[in-house]
């Protein structure tokens, strides 16, 4: 029977990929012919789920909708079926009618989700009008992992509620059920909580006349905003009802500067030296002695769980500079009287403390891998791995419940090629490297496997803030398309391989989600230079563009240009809302590599000589202090380099936060007299040089507010 229906599906010339659903569901079939919504279809609902019928209505503009009514031809059901498990649905769509089962509420939603995917793309732009046609089809689907999360940090960059919202819905169009909400760092305090209302009043803003010191773009002006409970219980609402559990953190007991610049009483008790940093406070931990911490832990968490209908709350744990508590006497008088080992136990000792305020308000811990490393804490510690498979590997083998997410393969913030935006502390990878994600190459056992409760993407915005995140596509730029690599990871139990994945994203998703809006990062196009001619290439119908950097004239490619200036040409391919990075051949990315002796009047670390600096690769030099008006950077080349233009750049690339502010780039002609050349823009300035160069002066025109160092880089010479 199966392979007579088989047969039929191929005579009738449908594929069992036809519809293209992003993630891949279980099993799918496609039965030839199709179903029409039409002006008179109703749409007939259980009223457990009267929330996904409410949510249709968004896409489908029904004019009828009906709760538990007798199913007519021509209708559409929503309805539970208790023998499905809970995320698990059943899609059948014949000539007469469609159904959509689900073991919950959930399931049900997750079958809306494959329904509009069936539908034709407009669908997401919410106008559409009947009638629409689905083709026929039998569809039979639930989740791999019952934990699909990701994470987004609102703390570093200020993301508002409706912003989070459009995310929320976008992560629910994959069938992505966490959201891990990151709501406080070292730069930002995003939740209000009522009995400490400064907290999110003051720690919400940076900048200007905030006591939370600017450390990432917009460093002048007063930035930022957070969450009223109000709002923050519309978003939780809001998710709820697309099947997103909201999870909030508070990262503790690190990662708490911008706290400590409003609660300076919650950090630990000596006198920090301030000599290297411009008498700026950098302590960003709480104290694990102070009884005084746990009360006001206390209050936020009572608070939290008021508004976070979640189970877990996550308490952060990562990144905890232990020396901190090493220099105080009352947390090492703590640690005597507690029989505390080491630092990392302390750790423990207020995770625990926190873990059984949490246990007061009904919430059990998540925390970050770092967290469970004293080795105090209990099993039902959820952990989330973040900084190796290794990490991961040993929370599992502890018999903690945990979150895949190393941030080599899921940290979204990391670059997607060399020469994108974006960090690449942990990797450099597109969506390509997120599909090909395998547990048991990574060494995962199934004893191994039974602890891991789900997987989850993130995204850290210290970089974001630098896009202007007000106007910019960058944070679609760099979730889209991973996130539904990410999704089709943690939901599909056979996933796709890559050629059959990017075959579905052109042949369907790109589509979905030109209608959604959202800005998605296309392939890059392929671009090369031979016998004075640039050719240009892409392999996804997109519409290629060329710009030349030299007049800033933009215009279509249409065919290859004759040219003896290649290095000049950047290309850009769009296809409706995608576009890919901007991109040229070999010889736009060609620098010159001059010899240079690299000198400053700030000392450096001796862990990153000053010679780093002269090698033109990623390698940074670190100094001892911040600057201070006057101090300055001398690049003095052995030859005068003949060049088109000189890029000198302070702080790290992308991530321009050890850097001067307001300074000077000098450059100098003769090897003894420096010229001013150009003023700052963010961190440093290009010149273009009228004469060969024999060195160049970057000059502090400010005392920095780059904490305790600076970073110094390479010249990029073209
Ligand atoms: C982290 O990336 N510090 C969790
Ligand atoms: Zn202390």
């Known amino acids: 029977m199966k392979k007579l229906f088989i047969l039929l599906c191929a005579l009738a010339g449908f594929s069992t990929l036809q519809a293209q659903v992003m993630p891949k569901p279980k099993a799918e079939s496609y039965g030839g012919g199709e179903f029409t919504i039409s002006e008179k279809s109703c749409l007939v609902y259980d009223s457990s789920v009267r929330?996904?019928?409410?949510?249709?209505?968004?896409?489908?503009?029904?004019?009828?909708?009906?709760?538990?009514?007798?199913?007519?031809?021509?209708?559409?059901?929503?309805?539970?079926?208790?023998?499905?498990?809970?995320?698990?649905?059943?899609?059948?769509?014949?000539?007469?009618?469609?159904?959509?089962?689900?073991?919950?509420?959930?399931?049900?939603?997750?079958?809306?989700?494959?329904?509009?995917?069936?539908?034709?793309?407009?669908?997401?732009?919410?106008?559409?009008?009947?009638?629409?046609?689905?083709?026929?089809?039998?569809?039979?689907?639930?989740?791999?992992?019952?934990?699909?999360?990701?994470?987004l940090d609102v703390a570093r960059t200020w993301i508002p509620a409706d912003k989070v919202k459009r995310y929320i819905d976008l992560m629910s169009h994959l069938k992505l059920n966490k959201l891990h909400f990151h709501l406080t760092d070292d730069e930002g305090w995003r939740i209000e909580i009522l009995s400490h209302p400064e907290l999110a009043q003051v720690g919400g803003f940076r900048g200007g006349d905030s006591p939370v010191f600017p450390r990432y773009g917009k460093f002048y002006e007063k930035w930022g905003g957070y969450y009223t409970q109000q709002e923050l219980r519309e978003i939780v609402a809001y998710a709820a009802q697309r099947n997103i559990e909201v999870i909030p953190?508070?990262?503790?007991?690190?990662?708490?500067?911008?706290?400590?610049?409003?609660?300076?009483?919650?950090?630990?008790?000596?006198?920090?030296?301030?000599?290297?940093?411009?008498?700026?406070?950098?302590?960003?931990?709480?104290?694990?002695?102070?009884?005084?911490?746990?009360?006001?832990?206390?209050?936020?968490?009572?608070?939290?769980?008021?508004?976070?209908?979640?189970?877990?709350?996550?308490?952060?744990?990562?990144?905890?500079?232990?020396?901190?508590?090493?220099?105080?006497?009352?947390?090492?008088?703590?640690?005597?009287?507690?029989?505390?080992?080491?630092?990392?136990?302390?750790?423990?000792?207020?995770?625990?403390?926190?873990?059984?305020?949490?246990?007061?308000y009904g919430k059990k811990p998540a925390v970050w891998n770092e967290g469970i490393e004293g080795g105090l804490l209990p099993k039902t510690t959820r952990v989330h791995g973040w900084e190796s498979i290794k990490k991961c590997l040993a929370a599992t083998s502890k018999g903690y419940p945990t979150i895949i997410m190393p941030g080599h393969y899921f940290y979204f913030d990391m670059k997607q090629s060399s020469s994108e935006p974006g960090h690449n502390w942990a990797a450099i990878f597109d969506a390509k490297k997120v599909l090909s994600f395998d547990f048991a190459k990574e060494g995962f056992t199934a004893e191994h496997l039974k602890n891991v409760a789900g997987i989850e993407a993130s995204f850290f915005s210290e970089i974001y803030i630098a896009h202007n995140p007000e106007t910019s596509h960058y944070l679609d730029y760099m979730l889209f398309p991973r996130l539904i690599a990410l999704s089709e990871v943690a939901w599909s139990h056979s996933r796709r391989s890559w050629e059959e994945f990017y075959s579905a994203l052109k042949g369907k998703h790109y589509a979905r989600m030109d209608a959604m809006g959202v800005t998605y990062r296309l392939e890059t196009p392929k671009v090369t230079y031979a016998n004075g001619t640039i050719t240009a290439t892409t392999a996804d119908g997109s519409t290629l563009y060329y710009t030349d950097t030299r007049t800033g004239k933009t215009s279509r490619y249409n065919k290859p240009i004759a040219t003896s200036a290649p290095y000049a040409y950047e290309f850009v391919s769009r296809k409706g809302s995608g576009e890919s990075k901007k991109t040229g051949s070999k010889e736009y990315y060609a620098r010159?590599?001059?010899?240079?002796?690299?000198t400053s009047s700030i000392p450096c670390s001796s862990k990153t000589p000053m010679t780093n600096a002269a090698k033109y690769t990623n390698s940074i030099v670190r100094t001892t202090r911040a600057a201070k008006a006057g101090d300055w950077i001398e690049y003095r080349f052995a030859e005068p380099v003949s060049c088109r233009e000189i890029e000198a750049m302070t702080g790290h690339i992308h991530l321009r936060r050890c850097n001067l502010l307001k300074g000077c780039v000098e450059v100098s002609y003769d090897g003894v007299s420096f010229v001013p050349a150009a003023e700052f823009t963010v961190a440093g300035a290009t010149i273009k040089p009228t004469a060969p160069v024999r060195a160049v002066r970057i000059v502090a025109k400010s005392n920095s507010d780059a904490e305790d160092q600076i970073v110094i880089q390479s010249l990029k010479i073209k």
């Open 51 to 151: 929330n996904v019928a409410l949510y249709m209505l968004d896409y489908l503009p029904f004019k009828q909708i009906l709760s538990s009514s007798k199913v007519m031809p021509g209708d559409v059901q929503l309805t539970v079926n208790r023998l499905l498990a809970e995320e698990e649905y059943r899609l059948t769509v014949n000539k007469q009618n469609i159904k959509i089962e689900g073991g919950s509420y959930a399931g049900v939603f997750n079958g809306v989700q494959t329904l509009l995917q069936l539908l034709p793309a407009k669908v997401y732009n919410k106008q559409s009008r009947f009638p629409l046609a689905v083709p026929c089809c039998k569809i039979d689907d639930s989740p791999k992992f019952s934990y699909r999360g990701f994470m």
């Open 592 to 598: 010159l590599k001059p010899a240079v002796t690299v």
């Open 249 to 360: 953190e508070v990262d503790m007991p690190g990662h708490s500067k911008a706290l400590g610049a409003i609660r300076s009483d919650i950090l630990c008790n000596y006198t920090p030296d301030k000599s290297k940093t411009n008498g700026l406070e950098i302590r960003n931990v709480w104290c694990a002695a102070k009884e005084s911490n746990y009360a006001l832990i206390d209050d936020i968490i009572r608070e939290m769980s008021t508004i976070f209908t979640s189970d877990y709350i996550h308490i952060g744990g990562d990144e905890v500079n232990m020396s901190q508590w090493r220099k105080c006497p009352d947390c090492q008088r703590l640690k005597v009287e507690k029989g505390l080992e080491n630092e990392k136990q302390i750790e423990d000792y207020f995770i625990a403390r926190t873990t059984a305020i949490l246990a007061k």
